[in-house]
C-alpha cells in the first residue's frame, strides 16, 4: 500500500514526512476504524481508503499544521467509516440457506377463503391487493378513497389476516 501512496506525492521531502507519518500512525488508525465498524476486513479496507483520499487531498493535509494532521487523519477515517456502515446499512444480506416454501395445493383458496371472511372494509382492499394484484393507487381511485386511507387498511387487514393465518396453523410466529 505505501508504494502507491508515495508514488502519487510530489517531492522527496513530502514522501518521507508521509513514510514516517504513515508507520506513526497506521496501528492507531487501524485500531480506531476497527472500533467503529467492528469487523478488520472492514477496519482495513476503510484505513486504506482513508490512506488513499490523504494523497488524493495531499494538498490540505500538507496545509494542515504538524500537530494537526494525525486530527485530520482521524476525522477522515472517520468519515469513511461511516460512509462504509450507511452502505452496509442499505443492503440486506439474504440467508444462504433460504429456500421459500413451495405452497401447498388449496392453500391460496384457504388464503382468499379467511380474506372472505374478513369485515367488508379489509375485505375488499385486501381482495383488490392480494388476489388481483392491484396497486393502492388503483384501489383508491376504485373505491373513492385517499391511498393513505387504503394504505393503512392494508396495514390494519393484513395483520387480522396474519393473527387468523396463526391461529388456523398455516403460519407460525417468529421469535
Known amino acids: 500500500m505505501l508504494p502507491i501512496l508515495l508514488n502519487a506525492l510530489e517531492g522527496e521531502e513530502d514522501a518521507l514526512f508521509f513514510v514516517q507519518f504513515y508507520h506513526k500512525y497506521k496501528t492507531d488508525l487501524y485500531r480506531y476504524a476497527l472500533s467503529l465498524l467492528r469487523d478488520?476486513?472492514?477496519?482495513?479496507?476503510?484505513?486504506?481508503t482513508a490512506?488513499?483520499?490523504?494523497?488524493?487531498?495531499r494538498k490540505a493535509f500538507?496545509?494542515?499544521e504538524p500537530p494537526h494532521r494525525k486530527a485530520w487523519m482521524i476525522?477522515?477515517?472517520k468519515r469513511v467509516c461511516l460512509t462504509s456502515l450507511r452502505q452496509r446499512a442499505r443492503t440486506v444480506p439474504l440467508a444462504?440457506?433460504?429456500?421459500p416454501p413451495a405452497p401447498e395445493a388449496g392453500q391460496a383458496r384457504d388464503v382468499i377463503a379467511l380474506i372472505r371472511t374478513m369485515p367488508e372494509q379489509y375485505?375488499?382492499?385486501l381482495e383488490l391487493k392480494f388476489v388481483l394484484e392491484w396497486t393502492d393507487k388503483a384501489i383508491a381511485k376504485e373505491l373513492g378513497l385517499p391511498v393513505t386511507t387504503v394504505s393503512a387498511r392494508i396495514r390494519r387487514g393484513r395483520k387480522q389476516l396474519q393473527a387468523q393465518l396463526i391461529k388456523e396453523?398455516?403460519?407460525?410466529?417468529?421469535?
Do not use: N, S
Open 169 to 175: 396453523g398455516y403460519w407460525h410466529e417468529e421469535a
Open 96 to 99: 444462504e440457506d433460504w429456500d
Open 75 to 77: 476525522v477522515l477515517l
Open 123 to 125: 375485505r375488499t382492499i
Open 40 to 48: 478488520p476486513h472492514l477496519a482495513e479496507d476503510a484505513v486504506q
Open 62 to 64: 500538507f496545509a494542515v
Open 51 to 57: 490512506w488513499l483520499k490523504c494523497v488524493q487531498h
